[in-house]
């Protein structure tokens, strides 16, 4: 069985509007990323670091790989910001391919 189609991902989602927490690199474009995180510690502690006196108003949400294109199409994201340390942050982005 091949795990990697199993792998899960952690996404912050607001709890009043039900939107994922999204990044958009540049601000005069209004190209959105969606946020992801390695692990779930990961996710709490971007919030815990970076919008504190929001963190209440998200909850960490985990999702599969093969939800990920169901999300970005839904959600109209052009793609994933890949949290690679969420104290700095350090994102790495990836556009969608076709």
Do not use: C
């Not at 509007?17 to 995180?37: E, M, S, V």
């Not at 390695?38 to 949400?61: C, G, I, M, R, W």
Request: proline letters at 5%; aromatic letters at 14%.
């Amino acid at each position: 069985m091949n795990t990697a189609l199993y792998y899960t991902y952690y996404t912050l989602r607001s709890r009043a509007d039900g939107n994922y927490l999204a990044a958009q690199p540049d601000p005069d474009a209004t190209q959105r990323y969606l946020l992801l995180f390695p692990e779930h510690y990961d996710a709490l502690s971007y919030l815990n670091t970076h919008a504190q006196a929001a963190a209440s108003k998200f909850s960490v949400e985990s999702i599969g790989k093969s939800q990920i294109r169901g999300i970005l199409d839904r959600w109209q994201y052009q793609g994933i910001g890949m949290v690679q340390d969420p104290l700095i942050p350090r994102i790495e982005f990836m556009s969608l391919a076709g």
